[in-house]
C-alpha cells in the first residue's frame, strides 16, 4: 500500500541550500585568496579554472532538469564539484602546503547535510585522504612515504571527518524522527491506514495524473456492517479489533500501487490507481470475501466481520474525485440496504 510523500524528502531542499551555502562560501574564499594574498598563487589560470569550474557547476546543476530529481544527483554533483575545485586550487596554491586543504572540511560536511550517512562520508573521508597523498606527491621536498606526512595528513583531515561523521548521525536521527512525526500526522492511530485528510492529498494527486495521461481510477468505500451492535454488545475493545481486522483485511485485498484509509466510525476508502470498473469491482468483492473469511477472538467468542462495499469510477461515473466519494457512498449505502434483511 502506497503512504503519504516520504517525510526523509522534506529535508533535502534543507540539505540543498545548505550545500549551495559551502559552495559560494568556497567562492569567496577562492576569491579572498587571490584579493588578499595573490602572492600565494602559483598558478593564477589554474587557480581560475577551478573556481570557474565551481560557479558553472552550481549553475549547471541548477538548471538542468535532469540532475534536479531526485535532488541526491544534484547533491553529488554538488559535491564532486566542491572536491575538484578544492583539489585544483590547493594544487595552484602550494598543494600539500596550500591554507585550502583544510577545506576539504567543507565537502565531508555537504555529505553529511545531504545524505545523512556514516558510510558515505567515510568512503568520501578516504577519497579525500588519497586526494591528500595526491598532493603531497606534488608538493617538492615533500616524501609521501614518510610517517611525518602520514600524521601531518591526518591531523588535518581527521576532525572534519569527525565533525562530518557527528553530522551524519544527527541528520539520520533527524530523518527518523520527522518521518515518525510524519507517520504519526498522516495516519490512523487505531488501523495504521492513512487518514482522511492525507487520503484526499493523494486521491487529487492521482486525479491530475489520470487527466493528463487519460487513465482511469475507482474509489472503493468500504464499511462495516453492525459495528454499533458490536460496541454496544460486547464492548468498544471488540469493536476496535474488528476494525483493526477489516483494515488488515483490505491491505492484502489491494495492490502495493493502491491507498487505503479510514474514513472515520466505520468507514474505509480505498484509491485503485489504474484501475477500470471491471477491476474495481474484482478488487472489491476481494475485500468483501478477505473481510468475511477472518474471523475477532474476543472473550472466548468469534467475531466474523462484514461489510458493504460500494464503488465510483473515474472516468465513467464523475470527473471529479469529492463526486466520485460521494457516489462511493451512495452505492455502499445501496449494497448495505439490499444485503439487510427487510423487518
Known amino acids: 500500500m502506497r503512504s503519504a510523500q516520504p517525510a526523509a524528502a ?15 562560501l568556497t567562492l569567496a574564499i577562492g576569491a579572498l585568496q587571490f584579493a588578499f594574498v595573490p602572492a600565494s598563487v602559483s598558478q593564477p589560470m589554474l587557480a ?25 544527483r544534484q547533491h553529488g554533483v554538488d559535491i564532486t564539484s566542491l572536491i575538484v575545485c578544492i583539489t585544483l586550487f590547493a594544487i595552484a596554491t602550494g598543494a600539500a602546503h596550500s591554507f585550502i586543504v583544510p577545506l576539504y572540511l567543507i565537502p565531508l560536511v555537504g ?7 556514516w558510510w558515505i562520508v567515510l568512503l568520501l573521508a578516504a577519497a579525500i585522504a588519497a586526494l591528500g597523498f595526491l598532493l603531497g606527491a ?4 615533500v616524501d609521501i612515504d614518510t610517517p611525518e606526512f602520514g600524521v601531518r595528513l591526518l591531523s588535518v583531515l581527521a576532525p572534519g571527518a569527525a565533525v ?9 536521527q533527524m530523518h527518523s524522527a520527522v518521518q515518525r512525526i510524519s507517520d504519526l500526522a498522516s495516519t490512523d492511530a487505531l488501523t495504521g491506514l492513512l487518514n482522511l485528510r492525507s487520503f484526499e492529498e493523494i486521491l487529487q494527486q492521482e486525479h491530475r495524473k489520470a487527466e493528463r495521461f487519460g487513465r482511469p481510477y475507482t474509489v472503493v468505500v468500504v464499511d462495516v456492517d453492525n459495528l454499533a451492535l458490536i460496541n454496544e454488545t460486547m464492548g468498544h ?24 484509509a479510514r474514513l472515520g466510525g466505520d468507514e474505509f476508502v480505498v484509491l485503485l490507481t489504474e484501475a477500470d470498473t471491471a477491476m474495481g469491482a474484482a478488487i472489491s468483492t476481494r475485500i468483501r470475501n478477505n473481510v468475511y473469511a477472518g474471523t475477532v477472538s474476543v472473550a472466548n467468542r468469534l467475531i466474523r466481520a462484514n461489510v458493504n462495499v460500494g464503488t465510483a469510477n473515474f472516468p465513467e461515473d464523475h470527473l471529479y474525485p469529492k463526486e466520485l466519494m460521494i ?16 423487518e
Not at 562530518?164 to 539520520?172: E, Q, S, T
Not at 475493545?237 to 487505503?260: H, K, N, P, W
Not at 457516489?327 to 434483511?341: G, V, Y
Open 48 to 72: 581560475v579554472a577551478a573556481l570557474g569550474l565551481l560557479t558553472f557547476s552550481i549553475l549547471f546543476a541548477r538548471i538542468v532538469p535532469a540532475l534536479q530529481r531526485p535532488l541526491a
Open 327 to 342: 457516489l462511493a457512498e451512495q452505492n455502499m449505502q445501496q449494497d448495505r440496504a439490499l444485503r439487510r434483511a427487510p
Open 10 to 24: 522534506q529535508t533535502q531542499g534543507f540539505a540543498a541550500r545548505a550545500l549551495l551555502c559551502l559552495q559560494l
Open 164 to 172: 562530518a561523521l557527528v553530522i551524519a548521525a544527527l541528520i539520520g
Open 138 to 141: 606534488l608538493t617538492p621536498q
Open 111 to 117: 555529505a553529511a547535510l545531504a545524505f545523512g550517512r
Open 237 to 260: 475493545d471488540a469493536g476496535s479489533q474488528v476494525l483493526g481486522a477489516v483494515a488488515a483485511a483490505i491491505t492484502r485485498s489491494i495492490r502495493t500501487s493502491d491507498v487505503a
